[in-house]
């Protein structure tokens, strides 16, 4: 077995390489929380229904320059069409940045959504930079001449005149369900600059791919899409729709919400295959139970031991969802152990904890959840809380949750409102996330929160 990753250079390239997880950071010391919605969709052309965010520094030497950077699922206008599987557009990525001197934020489209075959349509997951500030992203329908089409994988490209629509190129369709069907997680970039990804349907066995796009070679355009490993819905897994974490090995670690020895879903690591092979092999890490959760839908993160940390949408302990870590075999070992560090009750602590959880340099881990928290909004399920979790101390071993925030109407989280994708942190400590419904229009937002 591969060792896990345990330097920092190591683990800078796994945290790094996903859109979802980014490097540790500093969360700034504050009395109380301070929670504020600063944009609100309209569900017209700036979009509705945002997804995961991502904050990106575009100027090294400029810390202003940071903004953040996320897709809608539906809006953007009728461009598309009868094509556009969604409602009032087929989505579009965006910028949100601060207002030069002032307390407010703008928004700006970089792309809008067309279906058709040049084109994507419902972007599902967020957005990641590479080295040259390129972004890339899926689309979980489109990129077929006729009809909607199973998905897309895309890059764009910033305007030389740095002004309008970024360039959009679409690197991959799913025409064939042999491929893969509907891409609805992010990608991950590896170090070569090879690019990896899920699809939650089709491949050989309809349970899903993870598959790998490659770099045209010198002198050509088209990139080459190879599927890495079909899921078979037994005790590998299936259905997945999470980004993937890959080490310096090139190994791929992720999560499926189906399938394992309960039919509850897994976490698994995917090997490259050795000199002279040519199959990766999948490695469950650890199937889940029902008590130690189900149906595990968001990204992983690492911590410097190789330690990954995720969320898992029902199940625990009360049925409500769970936080847990897995931890790498010991010395001589195979077996990785995973540990429950919190169950959500659905209360007021919250619950539905899907989302991916964001790691900071004390340990801490914070994230939301889709339900619980206010129990009188959305008909007595609440509509969700920020939570943060803190380590045991020095001879304890129950982690502490701390609701930071519960999520009402005007927060943006109205009726049928709930957080769908995890935080992101800022250079400045702040957190920042999204509300897929509610907000002045019930269209979503996207909100900060000091911790």
């Known amino acids: 077995m591969t060792p896990p990753v345990t330097n920092s250079a190591a683990l800078r390239a796994l945290l790094l390489a996903t859109s979802i997880a980014p490097a540790l950071f500093a969360a700034p010391a504050h009395a109380k929380p301070a929670f504020r919605v600063i944009h609100s969709f309209t569900g017209g052309n700036d979009g509705t229904n945002p997804n ?14 940071w903004a953040l950077y996320g897709t809608a699922r539906h809006g953007g206008g009728a461009a598309g069409g009868a094509n556009c599987n969604g409602e009032g557009g087929c989505g579009v990525v965006f ?13 700006t489209r970089l792309h809008v959504f067309s279906a058709g075959a040049k084109d994507g349509d419902s972007p599902y997951a967020g ?8 972004l890339y992203g899926t689309t979980g329908y489109g990129g077929k001449k006729t009809g909607n089409g199973h998905g897309t994988v895309f890059r764009l490209t910033r305007p030389a005149s ?33 690019i990896y990804g899920t699809a939650w349907h089709g491949g050989a066995n309809n349970y899903g791919t993870i598959f790998q796009l490659t770099p045209p070679a010198p002198g050509a355009t088209a990139w080459t899409q190879s599927v890495l490993y079909n899921f078979t819905g037994n005790a590998d897994g299936g259905f997945p729709e999470a980004p993937l974490l890959v080490d310096a090995t090139g190994a791929l670690y992720g999560t499926a919400n189906f399938g394992g020895a309960w039919g509850n879903g897994t976490a698994f690591k995917l090997t490259p295959p050795a000199a002279g092979q040519t199959a990766w092999t999948n490695t469950v890490l650890t199937s889940f139970d029902g008590p130690h959760g189900v149906w595990p839908s968001a990204v992983m993160v690492a911590d410097a031991s190789g330690a990954l940390y995720g969320t898992t949408t029902l199940g625990g302990y009360h049925g409500e969802g769970a936080i847990f870590k897995l931890t790498p075999p010991a010395a001589g070992q195979t077996a990785w152990t995973e540990t429950v560090l919190y169950s959500f009750t659905g209360g007021t602590d919250g619950g539905t904890a899907g989302n991916p959880v964001l790691l900071d340099a004390s340990g801490a881990l914070y994230g939301v959840t889709g339900t619980g928290g206010d129990l009188s909004c959305s008909r007595d399920t609440g509509c969700g809380v920020v939570f943060k979790l803190t380590p045991p101390a020095a001879g304890q071993t129950a982690w502490t949750e701390t609701v930071l925030h519960a999520f009402s109407g005007p927060d943006g989280a109205s009726g049928q409102g709930v957080p769908a994708a995890g935080l992101v942190a800022g250079p400045d400590g702040v957190l920042y996330g999204s509300v897929y419904f509610g907000g002045k229009s019930d269209n979503g937002t996207v909100f900060e929160i000091t911790p």
């Open 162 to 194: 740095g002004r309008g629509f970024w360039k959009e190129t679409v690197l991959t369709r799913f025409p064939a369900a042999s491929n893969g069907e509907v891409p609805v997680a992010g990608v991950t970039i590896g170090a070569s600059g090879e």
């Open 127 to 134: 957005v990641v930079f590479d080295k040259s500030g390129a």
């Open 52 to 65: 995961q965010l991502t904050a990106y520094q575009s100027d090294p030497n400029d810390p202003s320059s």
């Open 95 to 107: 910028q949100l940045a601060k207002t030069p001197g002032k307390n407010t934020w703008r928004e």
